[in-house]
């Protein structure tokens, strides 16, 4: 077997907002917020499904999945590999969005259902080294909840080091599959939810049409086209700041041999400034 790299976006819409195999985000929504017996989620609805996007429209695609249980609870599960400028302020602006649009003027405040949003970082967000990390409104010396509607739940995958036979619990084997599903060839033994295992077989190229895996490569191109561009930033902040140490040290008077030790610059580089 080869498996998809979970990440990509159009891999991560395709298994967790497949309606015809909901019982995938149903196992994984509760496996995150750790729901067992009455509380646990027995079905849902999808509400953006999976749809095979148009390649050259890809950028424009939603590439969260968003859903609604029973209770009328709204759930936005959303996969970033890179952290956003101002990633914070935009979570809490797109769950109150969420949970403000479900009424109209003049309409019943209590008619208004929870939020609940998951987000899965390829990058540590929180200060914990905890790699599943639950965030709602609360009293700060008590811990007293009396606001309920909009809970935070975030799975940091740098923080995740567990290997595959350490996995017992149900929430490690879902993080694990999200973080080395790429990795692997096989499905694991220990997997044993039936969620799970449907998402492995979803993970499967083999199982993928060709659409589907050039739509896939595509947005891969993408994202990598899009770290190049961060790091070419990087590079170019760096060295123009390099270029302004270099400048003023030579200012003063110092040789180009140890303006070239202290800032990494060649001796012909600093010649140019």
Request: proline share 3%; aromatic share 10%; charged share 35%.
């Amino acid at each position: 077997m080869q498996f998809v790299d979970i990440k990509n976006d159009i891999a991560f819409r395709k298994i967790f907002g497949n309606e015809n195999k909901k019982i995938i985000l149903i196992s994984f929504l509760n496996a995150v917020m750790k729901l067992k017996g009455k509380d646990a989620i027995e079905d849902v609805e999808i509400l953006n499904p999976y749809q095979l996007p148009i390649i050259k429209n890809l950028k424009a695609s939603i590439i969260d999945v968003k859903a609604r249980d029973k209770k009328g609870k709204t759930y936005i599960i959303e996969m970033q590999v890179a952290e956003p400028d101002g990633l914070d302020k935009r979570l809490l602006y797109y769950a109150s969005k969420e949970y403000s649009q479900q009424i109209e003027s003049g309409e019943h405040y209590t008619e208004l259902k929870p939020v609940i949003f998951i987000g899965i970082f390829d990058f540590k967000f929180t200060a914990g080294e905890k790699y599943l990390s639950h965030h709602a409104v609360c009293d700060i010396e008590n811990g007293e909840r009396t606001i309920m509607d909009m809970d935070f739940y975030f799975v940091e995958l740098p923080k995740f080091t567990k290997q595959l036979e350490d996995l017992t619990e149900i929430t490690d084997k879902w993080v694990f599959f999200i973080k080395e599903s790429e990795t692997l060839t096989v499905i694991p033994d220990n997997v044993d939810d039936e969620g799970l295992k449907e998402a492995y077989h979803d993970a499967n190229k083999h199982s993928w049409e060709k659409e589907e895996l050039e739509a896939y490569d595509y947005a891969a191109m993408r994202e990598q086209d899009e770290r190049g561009k961060v790091e070419l930033a990087e590079k170019r902040a760096d060295k123009k700041a390099k270029n302004e140490v270099a400048r003023k040290m030579k200012q003063k008077g110092l040789p180009n041999k140890d303006i070239s030790d202290f800032t990494g610059l060649t001796e012909e580089e600093i010649d140019d400034l």
